[in-house]
């Protein structure tokens, strides 16, 4: 409820991050649990998924919501789904740096 108040009044200030998600991420259902809670959560921004023809994939994102929501979108994303296997995620907050996405999408 706090994240959908937030998205009409604004009552809390939106932040960057870039994070990287290594682990056996390279199935569908990981993506679309990203893509899906993102909605959710009202978290925008877009996801690419790096050296998917590799041993290594990761997937690489740069999103934008409030401290609370990223918090909370980015547990969704630890949990993962059934066949996935997170081994680490990075995060690095981009403060004072937003690009305004008007959505979430995946563009790789």
Do not use: W
Not at 4 to 11: D, T
Not at 40 to 56: E, I, K, L, P, Y
Not at 72 to 84: C, F, H, I, M, Q
């Amino acid at each position: 409820m706090l994240s959908m108040l937030n998205v009409l009044f604004h009552i809390l200030p939106v932040v960057r991050c870039h994070v990287i998600i290594r682990g056996r991420v390279f199935d569908g259902s990981y993506h679309l649990l990203a893509e899906k809670s993102a909605r959710q959560h009202h978290v925008t921004g877009v996801m690419n998924v790096r050296d998917a023809f590799t041993s290594a994939p990761y997937i690489e994102m740069d999103i934008e919501g409030t401290e609370p929501v990223l918090d909370d979108y980015l547990t969704d994303l630890r949990k993962g789904t059934r066949d996935s296997s997170i081994s680490h995620i990075s995060v690095q907050m981009l403060n004072n740096d937003r690009k305004h996405y008007g959505e979430f999408r995946r563009v790789s």
